[in-house]
T-cell receptor
Framework: GQSLEQPSEVTAVEGAIVQINCTYQTSGFYGLSWYQQHDGGAPTFLSYNGLDGLEETGRFSSFLSRSDSYGYLLLQELQMKDSASYFCAPMGGSARQLTFGSGTQLTVLP | DAGITQSPRHKVTETGTPVTLRCHQTENHRYMYWYRQDPGHGLRLIHYSYGVKDTDKGEVSDGYSVSRSKTEDFLLTLESATSSQTSVYFC??????????????FGPGTRLLVL
């Protein structure tokens, strides 16, 4: 079967660092994607890990451990505009389908 | 931004009526997906397509059908709308054959209210 766990809410202050963890169980696993969604908006792609290790894109980094079925998204130098929902989405299956959980609501305080 | 549009953007309909949502892309991507998003459930895959006339069911396909007669268009039909289908519907595209294949680009969404 498939399962996905990430925290439902995280709160931090501007300038801080936040880590959002994700554990998953996905058949035919290809890799782990991360998406950001602001209220009322569409999900937008942040990063993808196909191999174990760390991927860095500006203030955002993402990590994957295939053997542990675990990944995380690291957000540095938090800004108010980072307040949004963050979804980890394992990719699997013949059409490389994404499985989304309920997401993590990040609130950045001044 | 990827060229994806959805129409209509908002719709109110009555229980029992058929509804068709359209997703149109200008990127010539092979894969297209329909998701629904409800509070507390994240996004759930309804149907997807891996080419013209090639479609398959996702996690929550009951009560929905799809068609793809052209690369650029993917239609989602609610055959007889029910209140439980009130949701925000997102279309997404990707192309596993291209660089950056892992990225799904999402359309702006359609808010559907079934009364």
């Amino acid at each position: 079967g498939q399962s996905l766990e990430q925290p439902s809410e995280v709160t931090a202050v501007e300038g801080a660092i936040v880590q959002i963890n994700c554990t998953y169980q996905t058949s035919g696993f290809y890799g782990l994607s991360w998406y950001q969604q602001h209220d009322g908006g569409a999900p937008t792609f942040l990063s993808y890990n196909g191999l174990d290790g760390l991927e860095e894109t500006g203030r955002f980094s993402s990590f994957l451990s295939r053997s542990d079925s675990y990944g995380y998204l690291l957000l540095q130098e938090l800004q108010m505009k980072d307040s949004a929902s963050y979804f980890c989405a394992p990719m699997g299956g013949s059409a490389r389908q994404l499985t989304f959980g309920s997401g993590t609501q990040l609130t950045v305080l001044p | 931004d990827a060229g994806i549009t959805q129409s209509p953007r908002h719709k109110v309909t009555e229980t029992g009526t058929p509804v068709t949502l359209r997703c149109h892309q200008t990127e010539n991507h092979r894969y297209m997906y329909w998701y629904r998003q409800d509070p507390g459930h994240g996004l759930r895959l309804i149907h997807y397509s891996y080419g013209v006339k090639d479609t398959d069911k996702g996690e929550v396909s009951d009560g929905y059908s799809v068609s793809r007669s052209k690369t650029e268009d993917f239609l989602l039909t609610l055959e007889s709308a029910t209140s439980s289908q009130t949701s925000v519907y997102f279309c997404a595209i990707s192309d596993p054959g291209l660089a950056g294949q892992e990225t799904q680009y999402f359309g702006p969404g359609t808010r559907l209210l079934v009364l």
